[in-house]
């Protein structure tokens, strides 16, 4: 019996400008499946706001079970004003939050790289930012946004206490430095762990464990401790003293919209979450651009697809073992920038702007 070579994808477009950006990455897909003899089968369900219009609820039980069956989601954004006044734990964000955490979805990884054809995007000096090739690997289901108690109550005199809670466990910490140390070892060999041990105990705990874990499994990684504020300043300083950078959720979130700034532009950034691999081998994955859903451009088609492109090219390298197309997309969309075609985030001076559709459209002709 021949073995089936049907890969499953999962497209979440979600909100706002998630539809323009999940558009281009399907014509993609399709032009794989027709040139490249991939047979990829593509679903596409609705996600956050755009699942609560329909259905009352931001994930279906029936989305969450195609999302654990197939080969990897992409996901495009979710959440805008239209859903803002709802309840916190039936805003459209919470889809997101429930995929990550029923998925296990532990690690996230977001490179920050800059284009060289982009050095002038950036807000910083192109000599700070050129040839600039981060991996921020952030915590992603544990921390304060999970932990417990959480809470906003009365107390006296008429007023409110907000209450979050910020915990990590030796396993937790463990599993995602492994995930840090192990990319470290195929790029220059360098982790910084941040956290604030000098005011949290969370954050003690963290230093210790990361630098127990290097000390009996990673001793040929160079790892460096670093307070998560001096980071953030540091990354504004000398970005390019980094290689990869361990966070968690907290500390992560913001280190990796900072470090996507040094790039130029939210709508070039890509990311992956991983979680284990399953009792089948599948590593259950969900890949997504690091912006949100834009409502400010949404609808205009003149939104960056790069960022949700590259993440596809990401979830052909880190779910469907297909490197060569994922060095296919990447070298695309780089021939593209090197013509000087620019969405209107990041067009500058000479360069020739194109819409949303026509930037995937040249990115497709490059693959051609
Ligand atoms: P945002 O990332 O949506 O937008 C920030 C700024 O960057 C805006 O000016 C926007 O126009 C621009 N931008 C973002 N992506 C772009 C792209 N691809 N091309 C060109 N310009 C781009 O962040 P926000 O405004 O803080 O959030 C808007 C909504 O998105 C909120 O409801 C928020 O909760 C949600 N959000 C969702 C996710 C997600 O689904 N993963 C992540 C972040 C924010």
Do not use: M
């Given at each position: 019996m021949a073995i089936s070579n049907t890969r499953k994808l999962l497209l979440l477009p979600g909100d706002g400008i998630g539809p323009e950006v999940v558009r281009e990455v399907k014509k993609i897909i399709e032009w794989l499946n027709k040139n490249k003899s991939l047979d990829f089968k593509i679903e596409e369900e609705l996600i956050g706001g755009a699942s609560i219009d329909a259905?009352?609820?931001?994930?279906t039980d029936e989305v969450f079970y195609k999302s654990l069956e197939c080969d990897a989601v992409i996901l495009g954004a979710c959440g805008g004003p239209?859903?803002?006044?709802?309840e916190f734990s039936k805003k459209p964000e919470r889809a997101l939050l429930k995929l990550r955490k029923e998925l296990k979805l532990f690690a996230n990884l977001r490179p920050a790289i800059c284009f060289e054809q982009l050095?002038?995007?950036?807000?910083?000096?192109p000599e700070i930012v050129s040839g600039l090739d981060i991996m921020i690997v952030r915590e992603l289901t544990?921390?304060?946004?999970?932990?417990?108690?959480?809470g906003i109550e009365p107390i006296k005199n008429n007023e409110r206490k907000g209450i979050n809670t910020h915990t990590y466990t030796t396993a937790e910490i463990k599993r995602i430095a492994k995930v840090a140390f192990d990319l470290a070892k195929k790029r220059k060999n360098k982790v910084t762990s941040c956290e604030k041990s000098n005011v949290m105990e969370a954050g003690v705990l963290w230093r210790e464990e990361v630098q127990d874990l290097k000390d009996k499994e990673f001793k040929n990684v160079e790892l460096e401790h670093m307070l998560a504020d001096n980071c953030a300043m540091q990354l504004l300083r000398?970005?390019?003293?980094?290689d990869v950078i361990l966070a968690d959720n907290l500390f992560g979130d913001m280190l990796s919209d900072e470090a996507a700034m040094l790039t130029g532009s939210l709508g070039l950034l890509p990311s992956a979450s991983l979680g284990s691999k399953d009792k089948n081998g599948k590593l259950r994955s969900l890949y997504e651009p690091?912006?949100?859903?834009?409502p400010d451009i949404?609808?205009?088609?003149?939104?960056?697809?790069i960022a949700t492109i590259l993440s596809l090219s990401m979830a052909l390298r880190?779910?469907?073992?297909?490197d060569k197309e994922a060095d296919l997309l990447d070298q695309a969309v780089q021939k593209v920038l090197n013509d000087g075609l620019r969405t209107k985030d990041i067009v500058s001076k000479g360069k020739k702007e194109v819409t949303t559709s026509q930037m995937g459209d040249a990115i497709i002709s490059k693959l051609n």
């Open positions: 259905h009352k609820i931001p994930i239209k859903w803002d006044k709802l050095v002038d995007s950036s807000t910083l000096k544990g921390g304060i946004y999970f932990g417990e108690p959480r000398n970005p390019k003293q980094f690091v912006h949100g859903s834009a949404a609808g205009k088609n003149i939104a960056n697809p880190y779910s469907l073992d297909l």
